[in-house]
């Protein structure tokens, strides 16, 4: 094989900052900064094993050594009495009890003697840290003021923790350009004494602050360092809270894949170390996930949990998050009761003061339900209050705004209605343009799809199916059509100028455009004739039918084989509704959406006169947008026949043994360019490097014939496996996306050239589609694993076809035809195994 084998409104874990709406501590800042040096020999000792214990997590043998030392010197040193009672505190709020903290630190009255130490400074912070984690915002405040004045008159060495500590209670506070203020001079506090942790703690301060302003690359980034810095010096509690933020980042990206791995790693990494409460937090998140992945029954049973283990300890912020995840949920699956009755609960909470942080996301969702009930008065009221909250999150602006759009629609107030679509769909975009990285911009689209979504639907349902198609469109290939637009002088065809059927005339062909919605999806059939709309099922049903799909189809021997069930119902699903439009003979091009990017529409089983697959009936090509489509269709295609081939590599072996047919495959591919332009690379000259230096924007074609790898959760960090020079192999699709190119055709003879992950809106991102970002007009690229025994003779036979003068599309199907039919009647390769994996992908 050629392949190696919130929606969160914030999750607040500045450094003592966590959750969407839940102001956890950063627990290395907290622990890290509690002392500095002092005397005291055997007692210093002590004190300094304890600190060393909890920075490393091992909360148990802390508590140990801090009730020992202070069995020891309670009757002997006020000072040292009050530093191990300050560890205790510390402990404590580490295990989410700030009450008990709070009855420690006053259990008696710190001696007139340590009033100007360090001693007070600490106190006061800590004081200041349990009373912003009760959402006492007022007396917090108090503390920190009085812990700020102190230290810059006589411990200015320890300033850096107490600005660290009121940048988070100001950001808890929505104090944003406050806390962003005090959090830079606790860093360059920080940096002049050589403080690394609080230096770290500061950052993610900073990269929570850069996230809810919509530096999404800048708070990744700085969350990063402060998690290398944790990783550093072993500070594993705060290792964890960094993995966290790092999964908010992500969720606030739409990235739910990433974001769910790092939730769920901070929440094994505290639940190791005994941060219950941290580890509840988290667990949370990692259902909040799993909600947004639409694993729906995963999701459903952690929040449960979640919520009534926060309410045994009664942490109010928790359990108001996750009745709030647990609504949303329950209007997904259409369980109106539970939804009304999770809002209620929330509402309790909040309305009795006893969280602060997720009150607008209640009443948001009190707006939707008030909605369905048809309190439109009330529906208006609640939507109202947060579009009009200047500290509310964008993402809830965007949702109040399409609430506002559903309660006017179900007014029958339908201009009102298409107003505030428009204007939820408009921040959107504005946010989503601040972003500057591809590897960040493209999973941002999953956090808008509801408002697409919505829209769409309202549109269908006005009977306005070619303005539903135009927004629609609007989703699609942003982030491939912008990098192209970058790097070339063409206009792109704005979705309100596309000429359909223009588009279908110059390109012989009829589109089937798909849209996959949580309530209703749709298909658009685009011919020279006419442009038609067709209902289709919801996501729900489809997509459980695609997954269970592409697991059977790898094991098919053909279409009367168990698993064709599924074949037949995607068909049915997705075909029949436009089949009279789409006759035997026809050219196809497919606009995926969702799911049904990972998906062959050539293997769909037809089930007359006789069960076949698809590919027997019809030409198809893979196409990414409208707009591209538009593009290419008006693209004059270089004719020279120049080739650029790259393969029969010497990969580091493990992972990646040799292809015993790799140069067999050359040999037939070269053979079709006699005499043309040719630029070969092989065996140990097939570097990264060479590749990129051998000017391959020259060559009309380029093929790879190697291992190729996909990476599920760095996309852009999937590559081609060339020969070692150093310690670098790797082709990576980040490289490729530098480089233009004008090629005809790409084909990446490689396991997985397609990539194995699907972004809402850009489709399937790895190889195939950064060489489609670098601008070849057609890629080849692969579902799934190739078969080092097939694949020569596909090749062979595509190159063939191409050559006598058959379009790319059509060489390629009679290609895969002749594996189907082959004459031998054991041969293996009629599976769709050693066919199917090859698509071809159309660029502009």
């Known amino acids: 094989?050629?392949?190696?084998?919130?929606?969160?409104?914030?999750?607040?874990?500045?450094?003592?900052?966590?959750?969407?709406?839940?102001?956890?501590?950063?627990?290395?800042?907290?622990?890290?900064?509690?002392?500095?040096?002092?005397?005291?020999?055997?007692?210093?000792?002590?004190?300094?094993?304890a600190l060393h214990e909890i920075q490393s997590g091992d909360l148990a043998s802390a508590s140990k050594d801090v009730d020992r030392g202070f069995q020891l010197y309670a009757g002997r040193s006020e000072e040292w009495a009050w530093r191990f009672r300050i560890l205790k505190a510390q402990i404590l709020i580490s295990q989410s009890n700030w009450e008990d903290a709070?009855?420690?630190?006053?259990?008696?009255?710190?001696?007139?003697?340590?009033?100007?130490?360090?001693?007070?400074?600490?106190?006061?912070?800590?004081?200041?840290?349990?009373?912003?984690?009760?959402?006492?915002?007022?007396?917090?405040?108090?503390?920190?003021?009085?812990?700020?004045?102190?230290?810059?008159?006589?411990?200015?060495?320890?300033?850096?923790?107490?600005?660290?500590?009121?940048?988070?209670?100001?950001?808890?506070?929505?104090?944003?350009?406050?806390?962003?203020?005090?959090?830079?001079?606790?860093?360059?506090?920080?940096?002049?004494?050589?403080?690394?942790?609080?230096?770290?703690?500061?950052?993610?301060?900073?990269?929570?602050?850069?996230?809810r302003d919509g530096h999404f690359g800048?708070?990744?980034?700085?969350?990063?360092?402060?998690?290398?810095?944790?990783?550093?010096?072993?500070?594993?509690?705060?290792?964890?809270?960094?993995?966290?933020?790092?999964?908010?980042?992500?969720?606030?990206?739409?990235?739910?894949?990433?974001?769910?791995?790092?939730?769920?790693?901070?929440?094994?990494?505290?639940?190791?170390?005994?941060?219950?409460?941290?580890?509840?937090?988290?667990?949370?998140?990692?259902?909040?996930?799993?909600?947004?992945?639409?694993?729906?029954?995963?999701?459903?049973?952690?929040?449960?949990?979640?919520?009534?283990?926060?309410?045994?300890?009664?942490?109010?912020?928790?359990?108001?998050?996750?009745?709030?995840?647990?609504?949303?949920?329950?209007?997904?699956?259409?369980?109106?009761?539970?939804?009304?009755?999770?809002?209620?609960?929330?509402?309790?909470?909040?309305?009795?003061?006893?969280?602060?942080?997720?009150?607008?996301?209640?009443?948001?969702?009190?707006?939707?339900?008030?909605?369905?009930?048809?309190?439109?008065?009330?529906?208006?009221?609640?939507?109202?209050?947060?579009?009009?909250?200047?500290?509310?999150?964008?993402?809830?602006?965007?949702?109040?705004e399409t609430g506002l759009a559903e309660m006017y629609e179900g007014e029958r107030l339908a201009p009102l209605a298409e107003q505030e679509y428009r204007k939820s769909i408009a921040a959107f975009e504005l946010d989503r343009s601040t972003i500057d990285r591809d590897d960040l911009r493209i999973s941002f689209l999953a956090r808008g799809m509801a408002s697409y979504d919505a829209y769409i639907d309202f549109l269908i349902r006005q009977r306005r199916p070619l303005d539903a198609l135009k927004i629609a469109e609007q989703s699609r290939a942003r982030t491939l059509e912008e990098g192209l637009a970058s790097t070339t002088l063409a206009t792109p065809v704005l979705p309100s100028n596309l000429h359909l059927r223009e588009i279908t005339q110059k390109l012989k062909a009829s589109l089937l455009f798909y849209w996959i919605g949580q309530k209703n999806s749709y298909v658009w059939v685009?011919?020279?004739?006419?442009?038609?709309?067709?209902?289709?099922?919801?996501?729900?049903?489809?997509?459980?039918?695609?997954?269970a799909y592409r697991k059977v189809i790898l094991q098919m021997h053909d279409t009367q084989d168990e698993g064709s069930a599924e074949g037949k119902k995607l068909f049915a699903m997705l075909i029949e509704p436009a089949r009279k439009l789409i006759p035997p003979g026809s050219q196809v091009i497919v606009l995926p959406s969702e799911s049904l990017y990972g998906l062959n529409f050539e293997t769909l089983i037809v089930p007359d006169p006789q069960p076949h697959f698809w590919i027997e009936d019809v030409t198809l090509t893979t196409g990414s947008s409208l707009t591209l489509l538009a593009a290419s269709a008006s693209q004059l295609q270089a004719k020279d026949k120049s080739l650029f081939l790259v393969g029969d590599t010497k990969p580091p072996n493990p992972p990646f043994a040799p292809l015993?047919?790799?140069?067999?495959?050359?040999?037939?591919?070269?053979?079709?360019?006699?005499?043309?332009?040719?630029?070969?690379?092989?065996?140990k000259s097939a570097t990264p490097s060479a590749v990129l230096q051998s000017n391959p924007e020259q060559y009309s074609y380029l093929h790879f014939v190697t291992h190729g790898t996909a990476s599920q959760t760095r996309p852009l960090e999937s590559a081609v496996i060339l020969s070692p020079e150093g310690d670098s192999y790797k082709l990576y699709a980040r490289d490729i996306v530098q480089h233009r190119l004008n090629a005809n055709l790409v084909t990446i003879s490689a396991c997985n050239g397609s990539g194995t992950r699907a972004y809402a809106g850009e489709g399937l991102v790895g190889l195939s589609w950064a060489f489609l970002r670098a601008g070849a007009h057609n890629v080849i690229g692969a579902l799934w694993e190739v078969s080092d025994a097939s694949t020569p003779q596909l090749m062979d036979a595509f190159y063939k076809e191409l050559f006598q003068g058959k379009d790319t599309a059509a060489a390629l199907r009679d290609a895969k035809l002749g594996l189907l039919h082959s004459s031998d009647p054991e041969s293996v390769f009629k599976n769709p195994f050693y066919w199917a994996p090859f698509q071809l992908y159309a660029g502009s």
């Open 660 to 683: 015993p047919q790799a140069a067999e495959e050359m040999k037939q591919v070269k053979k079709y360019f006699s005499g043309a332009q040719t630029r070969i690379l092989e065996g």
């Open 218 to 400: 800048e708070g990744i980034d700085r969350s990063q360092i402060a998690l290398q810095l944790s990783r550093r010096f072993d500070y594993r509690s705060y290792e964890a809270t960094c993995l966290g933020n790092l999964g908010w980042g992500y969720f606030q990206l739409g990235d739910f894949v990433n974001a769910a791995e790092n939730f769920k790693q901070a929440a094994e990494a505290s639940q190791r170390l005994g941060l219950t409460g941290y580890a509840l937090y988290w667990q949370g998140n990692v259902a909040q996930a799993y909600e947004e992945l639409n694993d729906y029954t995963s999701a459903e049973a952690l929040l449960k949990t979640t919520v009534e283990d926060a309410s045994k300890l009664g942490n109010k912020q928790t359990m108001t998050e996750n009745l709030n995840s647990l609504v949303r949920l329950s209007l997904k699956t259409n369980h109106l009761d539970g939804a009304e009755k999770y809002n209620l609960e929330a509402l309790q909470i909040e309305e009795a003061g006893l969280d602060h942080f997720g009150v607008l996301e209640s009443q948001l969702l009190a707006g939707r339900l008030a909605t369905l009930r048809k309190d439109f008065a009330q529906s208006e009221v609640r939507f109202r209050k947060v579009i009009q909250d200047p500290a509310a999150e964008t993402f809830l602006k965007w949702e109040a």
């Open 526 to 547: 685009i011919t020279p004739a006419k442009t038609s709309c067709f209902k289709l099922p919801p996501a729900s049903e489809i997509e459980p039918v695609v997954a």
């Open 102 to 211: 709070l009855k420690l630190l006053n259990v008696a009255p710190l001696p007139q003697s340590l009033s100007s130490e360090d001693v007070a400074v600490r106190k006061l912070r800590i004081e200041g840290t349990a009373y912003r984690i009760g959402q006492d915002f007022e007396n917090s405040e108090k503390k920190f003021i009085q812990a700020e004045k102190l230290a810059t008159a006589s411990h200015p060495s320890i300033l850096s923790e107490v600005l660290n500590s009121r940048g988070a209670l100001e950001f808890d506070q929505r104090a944003y350009s406050a806390a962003e203020a005090t959090s830079l001079r606790a860093l360059a506090l920080a940096r002049k004494g050589d403080n690394k942790l609080q230096e770290a703690g500061a950052l993610m301060n900073l990269a929570r602050i850069a996230t």
């Open 1 to 49: 094989m050629r392949g190696a084998l919130r929606r969160t409104a914030a999750a607040r874990i500045l450094i003592g900052a966590s959750s969407r709406f839940l102001p956890l501590l950063t627990l290395a800042v907290i622990f890290v900064s509690i002392f500095g040096c002092s005397p005291g020999g055997g007692r210093q000792a002590l004190h300094d094993k």
